[in-house]
């Protein structure tokens, strides 16, 4: 059982930043690829960003490119994802989601994944 916990979230200015946090407690986060999800009110959940288990390789949407940077620190069973020059159409309630030896390429892949409960990210204009 993997339990993560996310954090960082709050009311930031368009342009502004911050960075998210998610926490994992258990042995298995430094086999597991980290993946950072977000969904907006009345939207579907959508990817935002990943880096995969081995930390090599890092993937995100087109619509966070160049503005947001996923991490981790295997050290401290946390990942990160910092996001930078904010739009209010990154408004949304954000989540973590830990996929063990999952690949960078195929999100559905992993022996198995576990959500965090979300933090909320609001972006005033």
């Known amino acids: 059982q993997v339990h993560l916990v996310e954090s960082g979230g709050g009311l930031v200015q368009a342009g502004g930043s911050l960075r998210l946090s998610c926490a994992a407690s258990?042995?298995?986060?430094?086999?597991?690829?980290m993946d950072w999800f977000r969904q907006a009110p009345g939207k579907e959940r959508e990817f935002v960003a990943a880096?995969?288990?081995?930390?090599?390789?890092?993937r995100y949407a087109d619509s966070v490119k160049g503005r947001f940077t996923v991490s981790r620190d295997n050290a401290k069973n946390t990942a990160y994802l910092q996001m930078n020059s904010l739009k209010p159409e990154d408004t949304a309630l954000y989540y973590c989601?830990?996929?063990?030896?999952?690949?960078?390429?195929?999100?559905?892949?992993?022996?198995?994944?576990?959500w965090g409960q979300g933090t909320q990210v609001t972006v005033s204009s």
């Open positions: 258990g042995r298995t986060f430094s086999s597991s690829t």
């Open positions: 880096i995969e288990w081995t930390g090599d390789s890092t």
């Open positions: 989601k830990a996929r063990r030896y999952g690949s960078i390429s195929n999100l559905e892949s992993g022996t198995y994944s576990y």
